[in-house]
């Protein structure tokens, strides 16, 4: 890939502090803790029936707006079981020193119960983003931004997250053309110790990669090569923009494949069967780094549909474009595909809604 136009350099380091996680014994829960990985079609899946402890567990990722998520009744012909659903996942850079709220990580996805398939579009952070209706921002300043404006309002965090998700939701369904149901939120500190959890992933190191930051604590130095990385090494290839130390500089499109790449090596790595017996650790490490807008009842609908969901099931379609300070520019050819592909996954679901009057 070429190397001109770089991006602008970011300082980055990794979070000091571990959040406590919960620990199960149940290997379906994997999957509601880590929606990457549901899209990578990662994980064994169901030991029995669900549990009150599974119940419970679903009740503390989900953020759906009623009291009691248990209550919450999606018509069966509505269900992710018959009809197909979009899912913005945002990953947050939260940590203390240099986080925020901005959603570093962005990808659409579109999920089709009928073939057990999904399309998964990675959206680079600084895409210029141009929506009627909306001022024009960066990709990854939206949610922070309608996150801020809603806190501003006398809204507390809690109030203020899923005002932020649903006016996410609406600006990228109208991005892409398709309505998008679920936003799922992961910090990145819980993908870093996933990887750990795991014992490490194996993949392609495309360039050596070195960047240094005393103040700011990152040390990245890695290796051109394929090799196995831990899980801040693994953050660190996903995230790598900025040498300072006589190594290329990479760019945000180039980031998005990387994230494709772990996303697939976490998948290959959790169907081992050398790594189920890892599955408590993962659970533990996932922690509270994840919260998902879906009601309980379809969380649990959502597993048994895509329990088994596979790497060769999923297509990948990396968002590319050209930089003009402040933005990347997106290539429309290739937003185009992008917007097909997510449609025809969701054409069956639009389809019905028509016949339906809606």
């Given at each position: 890939?070429s190397t001109q136009n770089p991006l602008p350099p970011r300082r980055e380091t990794r ?35 669900l549990l009150g402890t599974a119940k419970e567990a679903i009740r503390n990722i989900s ?296």
């Amino acid at each position: 890939m070429s190397t001109q136009n770089p991006l602008p350099p970011r300082r980055e380091t990794r979070r000091a502090k571990k959040r406590e996680g919960r620990k199960s014994r149940k290997r379906w829960l994997l999957w509601v803790l880590l929606p990457l990985l549901v899209i990578a079609g990662a994980a064994a899946w169901y030991i029995g029936d669900l549990l009150g402890t599974a119940k419970e567990a679903i009740r503390n990722i989900s953020t759906d707006e009623e009291e009691n998520v248990e209550t919450t009744v999606v018509p069966p012909e509505q269900s992710v079981r018959e009809q197909p659903i979009a899912m913005l996942v945002m990953g947050l850079d939260t940590r203390e020193k240099i986080g925020g709220m901005n959603t570093d990580v962005l990808m659409a996805a579109a999920f089709d119960p009928e073939k057990k398939r999904a399309v998964v579009v990675t959206i680079p952070r600084d895409s210029r983003i141009d929506v009627e209706g909306y001022s024009t921002r960066k990709a990854n300043a939206y949610y922070a931004n309608f996150y801020t404006a809603a806190r501003n309002k006398g809204r507390d965090a809690k109030e203020a997250d899923l005002q932020a998700r649903r006016e996410v939701k609406e600006l990228f369904g109208k991005f892409f053309g398709i309505p998008i149901d679920y936003t799922a939120k992961i910090n990145f500190k819980g993908f870093s110790d996933i990887v750990d959890a795991l014992g490490g992933i194996e993949v392609y190191v495309d360039q050596d990669m070195r960047y240094k930051d005393v103040a700011g604590g990152t040390d990245i130095n890695l290796k051109k090569g394929f090799q196995k990385l831990n899980g801040d090494q693994a953050l660190d290839f996903v995230r790598y923009r900025q040498s300072n130390a006589g190594t290329r500089q990479s760019s945000d499109l180039e980031r998005n494949k990387r994230q494709s790449e772990v996303v697939g090596a976490l998948a290959d790595r959790l169907l081992s069967l050398g790594s189920l017996t890892k599955l408590d650790d993962v659970i533990d490490a996932v922690g509270n780094n994840l919260s998902i807008d879906m009601p309980a009842s379809e969380i649990e609908r959502m597993i048994g549909v895509y329990y088994n969901i596979r790497r060769s099931d999923i297509t990948f379609i990396h968002l590319d474009g050209k930089w003009r300070s402040p933005y990347v520019h997106l290539d429309e050819a290739k937003l185009e595909e992008a917007k097909a592909a997510l449609l025809e996954i969701m054409a069956p679901r639009l389809a019905h809604r028509e016949a339906a009057g809606r």
